[in-house]
């Protein structure tokens, strides 16, 4: 079974500045993919950006960008130039092709707070 | 489009009770999906469905029911409510080729289900 870490509970950044949220996960798969959701206090589960794991070129998605090490299994969210409104929960999500069937397996989540 | 829609938003059950969460999308999505997710925690998938008529077992599917007999619409029904069933529900749709790239999943804004 698939299984996905988010070992920073809570974090905090500065307006302005850029923070980086930490997943790893483990798999026997090859080929799978990666996401990055935002929940902020409204409750939706907004796609931020997303990883094809036979892709070596790390996705981005205007301030946000992923750091895919598949040799290490780690994807972590690099968020650049911090704004308010990116505070939020922020889920790392996994999706294989085979033996996981069809479905999105979640982290534990990272509250980010964004100071004014 | 409204993309994929939850209703109700709030409900409050009594232990015993019988309800039926609604889902519906827009987007003609082969797949849906039911997660629950409890306080402080990622997203669990309870059932799912890659089409009319086909419904699997996610991770947490005891104390829930499903079906899918259009496409649009994927109803979750809880039969006997129970205080361990107060979370958060969400409902996601998707549009899958078998052997294609998976698709990021399109959420609900979730229902706040409260059993006392």
């Known amino acids: 079974a698939q299984t996905v870490t988010q070992s920073q509970p809570e974090m905090s950044v500065q307006e302005a500045e850029t923070v980086t949220l930490s997943c790893t996960y483990d798999?026997?798969?090859?080929?799978?993919?990666l996401f990055w959701y935002k929940q902020p206090p409204s409750r939706q589960m907004i796609l931020v950006i997303r990883?094809?794991?036979?892709?070596?070129q790390n996705a981005t998605e205007n301030r946000f960008s992923v750091n895919f090490q598949k040799a290490a299994k780690s994807f972590s969210l690099k968020i650049s130039d911090s704004q308010l409104g990116d505070t939020a929960m922020y889920f790392c999500?996994?999706?294989?092709?085979?033996?996981?069937?069809?479905?999105?397996?979640f982290g534990t989540g990272t509250r980010l707070a964004v100071r004014p | 489009n409204a993309g994929v829609t939850q209703t109700p938003k709030f409900r409050i059950l009594k232990i015993g009770q019988s309800m039926t969460l609604q889902c519906t999308q827009d987007?003609?999505?082969?797949?849906m999906y039911w997660y629950r997710q409890d306080p402080g925690m990622g997203l669990k998938l309870i059932y799912y469905?890659?089409?009319?008529?086909?419904?699997d077992k996610g991770e947490v599917p005891n104390g829930y029911n499903v079906s899918r007999s259009t496409t649009e619409d994927f109803p979750l029904r809880l039969e006997l409510a129970a205080p361990s069933q107060t979370s958060v529900y969400f409902c996601?749709?998707?549009?899958?080729?078998?052997?294609?790239?998976?698709?990021?999943?399109?959420f609900g804004d979730g229902t706040r289900l409260s059993i006392l």
């Open positions: 996601a749709s998707s549009y899958d080729v078998p052997g294609g790239r998976i698709q990021p999943q399109h």
């Open positions: 798999t026997s798969e090859n080929n799978y993919y």
């Open positions: 990883q094809e794991a036979y892709k070596q």
């Open positions: 999500a996994f999706r294989g092709k085979k033996s996981s069937g069809d479905k999105l397996t």
């Open positions: 987007m003609n999505h082969n797949y």
């Open positions: 469905s890659v089409g009319a008529g086909i419904t």
